[in-house]
């Protein structure tokens, strides 16, 4: 009996690529070469399922071009880069991998709104050059973040582990914007209180973006959202490119009407605003967020057992149209 064929996008661990081949015959791509839009359609000839990351976009030319495709498992939690409305009209299945990266993630973005805060790069920086001559009172002198509030734009499985850090660990009050307001019992423990964006903008020491990449979430941090921020406050971004005008945050921390900021994502990464790059008061990193060792096994793991049972018969674990599955 002939095994479906499946494609492997980037690489991943040996481990998750000897599982796959137990099932399926795996064409996968050890040299983590990123591939062109053309080449990936190519490369997905004959292929029943594609094991793909952040940097594959699955499109309707893609799919139209591989009518074969049966399953698109991306290990990924934010699925932005795959039109999932093509993918359900077409009957192919998408999975994604949440929650295995949840804690993970909050931990880095309380990591970077802290090195924001406290000047952490910005004073490295400065050691490294030998710079460091003495002391002085004001040298590097941030804000606190305890006792501080901690605005949070996005407030799901992510967002509120970031709150639960702020205000159970460092006494934060926490305010929140969400499409929809959260449950008393979400609310309460955390002393979370739903503000609108504004209020947000305008009250938060420190803001920290965790909402999904939409259209509509499109630059919904722009020049006039920063404006409203305190010249004191910090922003940090662990969600995606593209929620912030990368441009008009450069501006406004050259021209210091925010203290500092903090990016993990970046709008058309690998690619970076030069803009950013010449400013001292921003953390930068390459999208790292969820880049611990376990976390990154389990969100492998997670995509291969969606792409195991989206190919032999079983339910997924996570789905994103699961419309498309009919009885199992």
Not at 118 to 147: C, I, N, P, Q, T
Not at 177 to 184: P, T
């Amino acid at each position: 009996m002939t095994r479906p064929a499946v494609l492997v996008a980037r690489a991943v661990f040996p481990e998750v690529i000897a599982r796959l081949r137990e099932h399926f015959d795996v064409t996968d791509n050890p040299d983590d070469t990123v591939w062109s839009a053309a080449e990936l359609r190519a490369r997905l000839a004959g292929k029943a399922g594609a094991f793909i990351t952040g940097s594959e976009r699955i499109d309707a030319a893609l799919l139209d071009a591989n009518p074969q495709l049966k399953a698109v498992c991306t290990m990924t939690v934010g699925y932005n880069h795959i039109d999932v409305d093509a993918c359900t009209a077409r009957g192919v299945l998408v999975t994604y991998t949440p929650d295995v990266l949840t804690e993970t993630t909050a931990d880095f973005g309380f990591a970077l709104m802290m090195a924001a805060a406290r000047r952490m790069a910005e004073s490295e920086r400065f050691l490294r050059a030998g710079r460091w001559m003495k002391w002085s009172y004001d040298m590097f002198a941030g804000s606190d973040v305890h006792g501080a509030t901690l605005g949070i734009l996005g407030m799901g499985r992510i967002g509120q582990a970031i709150a639960r850090r702020g205000a159970l660990g460092f006494g934060m009050q926490v305010i929140y914007h969400n499409r929809s307001r959260l449950d008393a019992a979400v609310e309460q423990p955390l002393g979370a209180r739903w503000v609108d964006k504004d209020t947000l903008f305008r009250e938060a020491d420190h803001v920290v973006l965790v909402l999904p990449y939409s259209p509509a979430a499109h630059h919904i941090v722009g020049e006039r959202e920063l404006a409203l921020m305190k010249p004191t406050a910090t922003l940090t971004n662990v969600a995606r490119g593209g929620i912030v005008d990368d441009a008009a945050l450069a501006k406004a921390l050259a021209e210091r009407r925010i203290a500092a900021a903090a990016l993990d994502v970046f709008e058309g990464e690998p690619n970076v605003h030069p803009g950013l790059l010449e400013v001292p008061n921003v953390v930068l990193t390459p999208h790292i967020a969820s880049a611990t060792v376990a976390t990154r096994r389990a969100m492998a793991d997670l995509a291969a057992d969606n792409l195991i049972a989206a190919l032999t018969g079983a339910r997924p674990p996570t789905p994103i149209n699961p419309q498309v599955l009919g009885p199992r």
